[in-house]
Every structure is written in structure tokens, then in C-alpha cells.
């Protein structure tokens, strides 16, 4: 059974710098797309960015060069770092992993990132 827990969602204030994490059980991480969406209150879930099993990454055009997706195989856990953030980026930011050519997409329950001041 597939498992994903995210961690890391608080309050901060704009401007500041953010690191979730999301630990996968159930699986072979090497194996899985897994990456990062996000849905604001009022809002349809959206895109953040998704690592392929391969470690190429494919960023939302809103999210580039603020959101980095890093992922270490081994301890079965994929990161988004957040910089310069700002209110807008107000979200449940939830994890996903999925088989490359697989349609299924095992998500987690979401971790609450709040920026304001």
C-alpha cells in the first residue's frame, strides 16, 4: 500500500524560505514520478512540479525559479524548497507519486503552508 506523509507546512512571513518533505512508503521511490501540487482556498489543485524517476523536473511556469524539487532515493523522500515567498503561495501543497505511464497517482493529505505576516 502506498503511503505518503508530508511534513513541513507552517507560518511564514513573506519573503522567507520554506522546505517540505514528503516520505513515501510502499514503494520503490526509484521507480516513481513523484513531485508536488497545490491548492489555495477557493481554487482548483494545481501544478507545482513533478521529478520523473529519471530526476529530470518539469516546474509550473509560476513556480520556476522559486520552487526547487529535490529527492533522495534512499530514504524514500522528495523536498520542495520555497524561496522569496509571498502570500499567493498561501496552499495546501500536497505530495503525489505515480509509475511513469501509469495513470493511477497516489497522493498524500497535504501539509498547510501559510505566508503572511
Known amino acids: 500500500q502506498v503511503q505518503l506523509v508530508e511534513s513541513g507546512g507552517t507560518l511564514v512571513q513573506p519573503g522567507g524560505s520554506l522546505r517540505l518533505s514528503c516520505a513515501a512508503s510502499?514503494?520503490?521511490?526509484?521507480?516513481?514520478?513523484m513531485g508536488w501540487y497545490r491548492q489555495a482556498p477557493g481554487r482548483q489543485r494545481e501544478l507545482v512540479g513533478v521529478?520523473?524517476?529519471?530526476?529530470?523536473?518539469n516546474y509550473a511556469d509560476s513556480m520556476k525559479g522559486r520552487f526547487t524539487i529535490s529527492r533522495d532515493n534512499a530514504k524514500k523522500t522528495v523536498y520542495l524548497q520555497m524561496t522569496s515567498l509571498k502570500p499567493e503561495d498561501t496552499a495546501v501543497y500536497y505530495c503525489?507519486?505515480?509509475?511513469?505511464?501509469?495513470?493511477?497517482?497516489?497522493w498524500g493529505q497535504g501539509t498547510q503552508v501559510t505566508v503572511s505576516s
Open positions: 503525489c507519486a505515480s509509475l511513469p505511464g501509469i495513470t493511477t497517482t497516489n
Open positions: 510502499g514503494i520503490i521511490a526509484s521507480l516513481y514520478n
Open positions: 521529478m520523473s524517476s529519471g530526476g529530470k523536473t
